[in-house]
């Protein structure tokens, strides 16, 4: 039972490009989070998300961010128009019902 | 509106020293507190707890839910340089009628030799 897998690692985009993060949960999980991470800060939650539907998005800012879970793959966090300030970690969480979770490796966006 | 905080946000300490991280909550219809440690990688999981005043021990580290007081303490004794890291906490809560789970910003931990 492969762990919450998420990619890519790395990824490095131009200003104005779009980034688009997968996670791919645990099997049998059909929740998933996504944080946030600023170099030296704690985890900052994103948004939370049942396979097609998301659950709560409070954590979500207002524009370029997007977040899905479709009935079938990955779940996808997607930055348009990325900015040097969406430079972070971005950590995927998935549970089988909504706590407890664990976490994939994470993916360093690199604005340049 | 649901919040948890951790104390202090950093600590520096020399090996052999103990520590004690708290947490604590305001969060709609509690249901469980995490502890996870973070390094330069995704957090790994420490602690679950449910129950007030269980002690739960893993090897150096330990940790207490008290839901009166609506916290928890992580306790690292003799402590090493390895244990230097982020701890998060983090409270199962059902805002919506669903789960949630909710993360304080973490306390940083440096241990020097």
């Known amino acids: 039972n492969a762990g919450v897998m998420q990619n890519p690692r790395h990824l490095v985009r131009r200003r104005g490009q779009e980034a688009r993060l997968r996670c791919s949960p645990m099997?049998?999980?059909?929740?998933v989070y996504w944080y946030r991470q600023l170099p030296e800060e704690g985890l900052k939650f994103m948004v939370y998300?049942?396979?097609?539907?998301?659950?709560?998005e409070s954590g979500m800012p207002k524009e370029r961010f997007s977040a899905e879970f479709p009935k079938e793959g990955p779940s996808i966090l997607r930055i348009q128009q990325v900015v040097r300030g969406d430079s972070a970690a971005y950590f995927c969480?998935?549970?089988?019902?909504?706590?407890?979770?664990?976490f994939g490796q994470g993916t360093r966006l690199t604005v340049v | 509106e649901d919040k948890v905080v951790q104390s202090p946000l950093s600590l520096v300490v020399h090996e052999g020293d103990t520590v004690t991280l708290n947490c604590s909550y305001e969060?709609?219809?509690?249901?469980?507190l995490l502890w996870y440690k973070q390094e330069k990688k995704a957090p790994t999981f420490l602690f679950m707890l449910?129950?007030?005043?269980i002690e739960k021990k893993s090897g150096r580290l330990s940790s207490i839910l008290d839901k009166k007081e609506l916290s928890s303490i992580l306790n690292i004794t003799a402590t090493q340089t390895g244990d230097s890291a982020f701890y998060l906490c983090?409270?199962?809560?059902?805002?919506?009628?669903?789960?949630?789970?909710?993360f304080g910003t973490g306390t940083r931990l440096q241990v020097f030799p």
């Open positions: 969480a998935s549970s089988p019902r909504g706590g407890g979770a664990f």
């Open positions: 099997k049998g999980h059909s929740h």
């Open positions: 998300l049942q396979k097609e539907n998301i659950i709560d």
């Open positions: 969060v709609t219809n509690f249901r469980s």
């Open positions: 449910t129950s007030s005043g």
């Open positions: 983090a409270v199962e809560a059902r805002p919506y009628n669903t789960d949630k789970l909710i």
